[in-house]
């Protein structure tokens, strides 16, 4: 093996070991953090998961705009929540992006913008999110930021009931008392069809 091959090889090693030891403290204060949470130690969460948050730690934003978002341990917070939902959305956290697609159909935080809401929820849905799902076929039933569409309601309503989850369910059976038998078949095989997106 040459010098040049030898040192390289070298740096590599040495850079993808200081890589995953930088990584494993992090994850390590994310999860003391999430003990904390689950304990209802709120301010202790707090205190391990803002420094990893403001490092761009995407399960740390989200965290910490839920922090805001319930006002535990911070004062109860929209807008604060909702500039932490975006940092972990943007990186693509699901959980981050209904989150931030809620705010905007409700108006919390930000002016209510039902377009913004369908670009969150979407992103979030087709990663599989099935209450994301669920939103978006609200919107998709009621025509909130898109044009009114029951065959894309009862989709997304199937899709966000495939796990078992009832509210899901519900709403797809309440919608399909409206609709037409080939719109029904029609919806089915779309949600028979649908595959989930990566982030």
Do not use: C
Not at 12 to 18: E, Q, W
Not at 19 to 28: D, H, M, Q
Not at 110 to 135: C, E, H, I, T
Not at 165 to 176: K, N, T, V, Y
């Amino acid at each position: 093996m040459s010098d040049e091959r030898s040192i390289l090889l070298r740096f590599t090693i040495a850079l993808v070991l200081s890589i995953v030891g930088l990584a494993a403290p992090a994850w390590a204060d994310f999860n003391a953090g999430e003990k904390a949470y689950h304990r209802g130690d709120y301010a202790t969460a707090l205190r391990e998961w803002r420094p990893l948050a403001e490092q761009g730690h995407a399960a740390a934003q989200y965290s910490l705009g839920l922090l805001y978002a319930n006002g535990q341990s911070v004062a109860k917070d929209d807008v604060q929540a909702r500039q932490w939902y975006e940092k972990a959305a943007a990186q693509g956290r699901a959980d981050a992006q209904v989150n931030l697609g809620i705010l905007y159909d409700y108006g919390r935080g930000v002016p209510q913008d039902f377009k913004k809401a369908v670009y969150w929820y979407r992103l979030s849905a087709n990663q599989g999110n099935d209450l994301a799902q669920r939103q978006l076929g609200l919107l998709y039933e009621r025509g909130d930021g898109v044009q009114q569409d029951y065959v894309q309601a009862y989709m997304w309503y199937s899709l966000g009931a495939a796990n078992g989850a009832q509210r899901g369910a519900a709403l797809r059976d309440a919608l399909a008392q409206q609709m037409p038998l080939d719109q029904i078949a029609e919806a089915r095989k779309r949600a028979r069809e649908w595959k989930p997106k990566g982030k």
